[in-house]
């Protein structure tokens, strides 16, 4: 049965779900304060990279079941369902979320609820805000206790947030449960079609649900973590990470998934929900619960510095004057999302160093570009590689992992690439006469002593960059 709905915020949880809902059935009106966002919108264009989804928003807008509005007086008007899917980022200078976005939803829309109202939150926020913004919507509400907030998580994944919405692997609600069920019963027609598929549905009390998210989220960081540090373990002991994860994956209760070392983990929800969850511990009361997020977030940051040093190592002790070619600018393949990424981060502190870096990614160009103006960037990973001393895969999009190792030849320098991602066959790259290094690997025939009989290629750039004249 369709229903008519609101999703507040038009960023890349709003929209996805808004254009999903749509997708289902339902009449659905966008809500942002953004007028360049609905434009594109509105006009079919997704202000990011996201497979599928642009052919979602414009299959729907011309069905006509999905408009966009910057009216909250329109938006009570149109609907008494309200999803609330604006960001929670975390607070400059504070390890906490910062909700001024959840509040001013609230605050711009509950005092034009004159009918019975539902509003569902998706964002990801610290446990207790739920009850909270129900308060406030009530007080400020001439519905009153007409009014009821439940919470329903979010568990998408970027490159894949159509699928994750439309064909979820579980469907959470967290309701008040001092209140009525209505809430419960309108999730259970929205999501009707999905309940049919046999998707579980856990319905919990507010705080679970809202706990759900980020124990999730908390969980596969520490897997991410872990590993890493196991490959710290492994380049002292010279053992191989990849057939540790592997060997280890084989058991159930671990599993394979999320075992993938490298350069760690970023965007915009693993670092700043971690953080925000240990937060919202420590107001609680519950810190020493959660001590052990943070050595998770230091091991994280850690990987960064330790690709750098590595890249160093590589081109024989010193970055000055080299040309470091980077390919994959994006925190993570298939999205063009630069929040928070390791791989951009890395290109900078590579540049700091004294490193001419030129960065290609196929999605992310123009979003790095606004982040690090001061890198130099490709058309393509052949152009980034002209002239490279040093190739880094940092982000595991496939088009790198399908590189002609042999077609980079011509143009590069010098054939020595470190593997960000572990995602290249060394094999491949070693036989194609390249100088390999994995992370965690111990792929000690692809490492290349250092002659001291042979000219140091980098000697004459350090020189000049060494110089009074090159400082300048």
């Not at 504070?94 to 009918?115: F, M, N, S, T």
């Not at 290349?448 to 000049?464: G, I, L, M, N, T």
Request: contains cysteine; charged residues 25%.
């Amino acid at each position: 049965m369709a229903s008519q709905m609101t999703v507040f915020g038009t960023g890349y949880l709003g929209a996805t779900h808004a254009a999903c809902m749509a997708e289902l059935g339902h009449e659905v009106l966008g809500v942002d304060i953004d007028p360049a966002k609905l434009a594109k919108l509105e006009a079919g264009e997704v202000p990011f990279y996201e497979p599928e989804l642009e052919e979602v928003l414009r299959r729907n807008l011309a069905n006509g079941r999905l408009r966009f509005t910057s009216s909250y007086a329109e938006a009570a008007e149109f609907a008494d369902i309200h999803f609330i899917g604006v960001g929670t980022p975390q607070k400059k200078g504070e390890y906490a979320a910062d909700l001024q976005y959840i509040d001013a939803v609230i605050d711009g829309l509950a005092p034009k609820l004159c009918r019975p109202t539902v509003i569902l939150g998706k964002s990801t926020v610290p446990v207790g805000t739920a009850k909270r913004i129900g308060e406030r919507a009530r007080a400020l509400a001439p519905a009153g206790e007409g009014v009821e907030v439940a919470w329903n998580p979010e568990f998408l994944r970027e490159g894949y947030a159509v699928h994750d919405t439309l064909h979820p692997d579980r469907l959470v609600l967290g309701i008040d449960r001092t209140r009525s069920r209505r809430a419960e019963e309108v999730v259970r027609v929205i999501y009707s079609q999905l309940l049919q598929e046999g998707i579980p549905f856990l319905v919990t009390d507010l705080a679970t649900a809202e706990l759900v998210k980020t124990a999730a989220n908390s969980f596969l960081a520490t897997k991410i973590s872990f590993i890493n540090a196991m490959a710290e373990v492994c380049e002292a002991a010279d053992a191989d990470v990849t057939v540790l994860a592997d060997a280890i994956g084989y058991d159930t209760r671990i599993g394979r998934l999320f075992l993938n070392a490298g350069i760690g983990f970023g965007g915009g929800c693993l670092p700043k929900d971690i953080r925000a969850f240990m937060a919202r511990a420590g107001e609680l009361g519950a810190d020493q619960a959660l001590t052990f997020l943070r050595e998770v977030d230091n091991i994280n940051m850690r990987r960064r510095t330790r690709v750098v040093e590595l890249a160093r190592d590589m081109v024989g002790g010193s970055l000055l004057g080299t040309r470091v070619a980077v390919l994959g600018a994006a925190f993570k393949p298939d999205s063009d999302d630069v929040r928070d990424s390791p791989a951009l981060n890395i290109a900078g502190q590579v540049q700091l160093q004294g490193a001419s870096v030129t960065v290609y990614d196929p999605k992310a160009i123009e979003n790095s570009r606004k982040l690090f103006p001061t890198l130099d960037y490709a058309a393509t990973a052949l152009d980034a590689c002209r002239g490279a001393d040093l190739l880094l895969i940092l982000t595991e999009w496939t088009e790198f992992q399908e590189l002609d190792p042999a077609s980079l030849h011509p143009v590069v320098r010098s054939r020595t690439v470190l593997d960000g991602r572990n995602c290249l066959d060394p094999g491949e790259w070693m036989r194609a006469g390249w100088q390999y290094r994995g992370i965690g690997r111990n792929c000690e025939s692809g490492r290349r002593q250092h002659d001291p009989f042979e000219p140091d290629k980098f000697a004459v750039a350090r020189s000049f960059f060494n110089t009074s004249e090159g400082k300048q």
